[in-house]
């Protein structure tokens, strides 16, 4: 098995990953009923936040937005670590190691917090990053 293959499979996951998160999570509207009511809450109630004036739904936008960021960009450098795995495969073992260890720290988190979905999904990128570190090898030729 080839480390590019998982590196590429888990970017596409990723991107997906994003782009349901973004779409589903980030921008669509709250349920009629309890879910605009806790909405309304959240963005009526704001407080200073060192220095700045904010709102708990500022934070929930801020840190849902983040998260869209950081998955595209970890879709684009999984894309770019699959190119590079093929002539510095043992090099960037620590680095599959540590996005590994990101992913499988996340997904109880997510299932805990959130719901099986994005939990499930960071345990196959997880499971991709380690196929991936496993079968990385240094190969001094280009591919």
């Given amino acids: 098995m080839k480390p590019t293959l998982f590196l590429r499979i888990t970017s596409i996951l990723a991107l997906i990953f994003c782009a349901l998160h973004t779409v589903g999570g980030v921008l669509s509207k709250p349920a009629p009923g309890v879910q605009t009511f806790v909405v309304q809450v959240m963005k009526s109630n704001s407080f200073n936040f060192m220095g700045s004036i904010r709102t708990f739904w500022d934070f ?16 684009l450098l999984f894309w770019q670590l699959g190119s590079m ?11 599959l190691a540590l996005l590994c ?13 959130f719901f099986l979905g994005p939990a499930i999904t960071s345990a196959i990128i997880a499971a991709c990053l380690a196929i991936a570190f ?7 030729t280009p591919a």
């Fill in 101 to 113: 260890l990101e992913s499988a720290a996340q997904s109880p988190i997510a299932g805990r917090y």
């Fill in 60 to 75: 929930n936008m801020g840190y849902g937005l983040i998260l869209s960021v950081v998955l595209f960009i970890h879709s």
């Fill in 85 to 95: 795995v093929k002539t510095n495969g043992a090099r960037l073992r620590p680095v």
């Fill in 134 to 140: 496993f079968t990385a090898r240094e190969n001094l």
